[in-house]
């Protein structure tokens, strides 16, 4: 259970959640407190839909590899297509596949400590598409500029 004792997708249920530690890549780069922070609608694992995917790879961790893509996160290569090609195509009042796809990089990169050029890419861009809709967020801004300095260790 973490401290704030946050309910994970936010159904209406009893169960809460606390993420487990952040590879150490990732923990040395991404310092700001939201990246820690379940409560915080707009920083990376706070909204439903990033909790429930970083929830979900969290019990999965052992399937996600130092070469895993940002694409191998999704079901099928049409599902990473279409949510890919969906970036930023909805109304701004209203959930973009943008919170997806930037729920399932940091994720990412949390558990692995790496993220694919073409993974960072998307995200980048869906991070472009969260700051629209949030008039420039603080949140999304440092997760843009710490997603842009990001290099994985091996580069």
């Given at each position: 259970m973490n401290t704030q004792?946050?309910?994970?997708?936010?159904?209406?249920g009893t169960e809460e959640w606390g993420m487990q530690?952040?590879?150490?890549?990732?923990?040395?780069?991404?310092t700001d407190p939201m990246y820690n922070d379940p409560a915080d609608e707009w920083a990376p694992f706070g909204s439903d839909e990033a909790a429930?995917?970083?929830?979900?790879?969290?019990?999965?961790r052992e399937a996600l590899t130092s070469s895993t893509r940002l694409r191998d996160m999704y079901d099928s290569e049409k599902d990473w297509q279409e949510s890919v090609s969906e970036i930023g195509t909805s109304p701004l009042d209203t959930d973009d596949e943008a919170t997806w796809v930037v729920a399932r990089a940091f994720t990412l990169l949390r558990l692995t400590g790496q993220i694919d050029d073409e993974g960072k890419a998307v995200?980048?861009?869906?991070?472009?598409?969260?700051l629209q809709e949030t008039d420039n967020a603080r949140e999304y801004v440092q997760q843009k500029r710490d997603l842009e300095s990001w290099r994985n260790p091996t580069e």
């Open positions: 004792g946050v309910e994970v997708g936010g159904s209406g530690p952040a590879h150490p890549s990732f923990a040395a780069h991404f429930d995917v970083l929830a979900e790879w969290e019990e999965r995200a980048l861009r869906g991070l472009d598409r969260l």
